[in-house]
């Protein structure tokens, strides 16, 4: 890439995700200028330590101050304060966007906040590791993944031109981009993120509470099924917090299918029907290859975690 | 290994675990000569293909003939059967195990159709991938992963003799031993394998059946979390129907605290309990973390499926 498609990026917030956008777009040559804002006086040090950014501040203000495209990367229910906080020194014509996991409730909260003259895309990229902080971002994270757009309902030609650059943008840093409809994105997401990771974190709860059974056996014993839970499970509490409650209508709905559906499901084994288990069982095995045909999983058998070999490195490099 | 442990072994059923224990036990030297018995027609043709076994049968009876171990990996709900056919040809002071996820309902199973002059000694190899299959087998699977024996309730020498045979062999496939009582067993691997094959196989059934989402926007956005799941809902739907059925009082039972934990959950999302969600999220990383700890998970992010180069086989060989 000749030329950036940002000369001045601002990410406000540099956990897995903020910190990742980084790399990806300094990989790319997709952002020039990188300024980042961070609350955190520890993350702040070690992003200064890392060396991505140009500029480190605690001031969301100073950070998008000149900014062409300014990236909200904090967890939902913090979004509306960092918009509040960073809204004075947003530049009329800047492209502000995020990632955040839920989409109507965050475009709110950010259109609430700031000032009507830059244009705002919310984003959500559909990528990312149980892990967290600066230090877990990578700039291969979003290769080939999905990154959903959820333009406002204006069809001006400033805006518009706005949502082609951030297209741009995130097709540079490796991704496939689809616009939608936030409200959809959020039932959407609700089925493929938000309720496994419930769920998730319901069963490795379940889990560790049983009596007649000690944590020491459910780790030991873990490989056979339950350690893939405990993945997701291990994702940063205070996001996923936020995404809960601020998609509640949506992930009660899915829930409730789900519950509805694991009753039959437990009703059919207390009655030993095993014509039901076997049908069902043979569906979602169909479901698995339609993923690996569609690029976005591992066709090795267990993920491939057992293919390492000595020289493959065991964590990503920071 | 100077001698091997067994010098015939018969391997009744050959889809992914049978033909891992006799990749495993041919490598480690473990086995002398080796005889398989599968009941599928296509089985026996690619077993002969790929010359791992010294002989193939249709008749387990005469698998069996003359061996000193026989391992019986077929179904849960088929080893009754499986043993019945093979009863004829089991020679006396034969060792005599199996590899199925349940135990207490199989050890019967054995004990009703084998004759009392040969050992039983139940088994459980706690390791395997969502693939089945003579060709998805391979000699590693056991490494560092546990095998639970659940041995009869009876002191005699010779039986102490068959038990410690039999860990001596599992330990020279690469595997951890620990003796078990059959219904602790079936309770722990209710909660550690049982339940979570359950839900992901739930899980993956309630999206391909919501309306209002695609089927296509399932695998286009599973990289969310939903992809997970789907890797155990794509495993041996005969085997996992015949676990459910087998051990279906334990698995009503954790899956009973499964649903109540899951309606505290969903309550507290929607009276807006965040100290409650993120208590339980914070909890749940330390599990990860202590199976991480004790050797029975990757440490890379997303299991290190995100880290194979182009040098890494994308599938085991067969």
């Not at 702040?44 to 501040?57: C, H, K, Q, S």
């Not at 039932?187 to 509470?209: K, R």
Request: charged residues 20%; contains cysteine.
């Amino acid at each position: 890439m000749s030329q950036p498609v940002y000369a001045r990026m601002a990410v406000i917030g540099c956990g897995l995700i903020g910190s990742s956008v980084i790399r990806a777009a300094r990989a790319a040559g997709a952002a020039g200028a990188v300024a980042v804002a961070d609350a955190s006086e520890a993350h702040r040090a070690r992003i200064a330590e890392l060396g991505y950014a140009d500029a480190v501040t605690a001031d969301p203000a100073e950070a998008v101050a000149g900014a062409d495209l300014v990236v909200f990367a904090v967890p939902p229910m913090a979004m509306g304060d960092a918009a509040r906080a960073a809204a004075p020194g947003v530049k009329a014509g800047a492209t502000v966007t995020d990632v955040g996991s839920v989409k109507a409730a965050v475009a709110q909260a950010l259109a609430a906040n700031l000032p009507e003259t830059c244009f705002i895309v919310p984003g959500h990229p559909i990528a990312g590791t149980e892990q967290s902080g600066p230090d877990a971002g990578f700039a291969e994270l979003f290769q080939n993944r999905w990154t959903i757009l959820t333009p406002q309902a204006r069809t001006d030609a400033p805006y518009q031109a706005a949502v082609e650059g951030l297209t741009e943008f995130w097709t540079a840093l490796g991704a496939n981009v689809e616009l939608m409809d936030d409200r959809h994105h959020d039932l959407v997401l609700a089925v493929t993120s938000h309720l496994p990771h419930l769920i998730a974190y319901n069963i490795v709860g379940t889990a560790a509470d049983l009596e007649g059974v000690t944590q020491g056996e459910v780790m030991k014993y873990s490989a056979g099924g339950f350690r893939d839970f405990t993945r997701i499970a291990a994702s940063d509490p205070t996001m996923w917090r936020d995404v809960f409650l601020t998609n509640k209508d949506a992930i009660l709905e899915v829930l409730g299918r789900f519950t509805e559906d694991l009753q039959a499901l437990s009703r059919a084994i207390r009655w030993a029907e095993g014509d039901k288990l076997f049908e069902l069982f043979s569906r979602t095995r169909e479901i698995r290859r339609g993923i690996i045909a569609a690029g976005q999983e591992s066709a090795a058998p267990n993920f491939g975690r057992d293919l390492r070999t000595p020289e493959t490195p065991d964590t990503k490099p920071q």
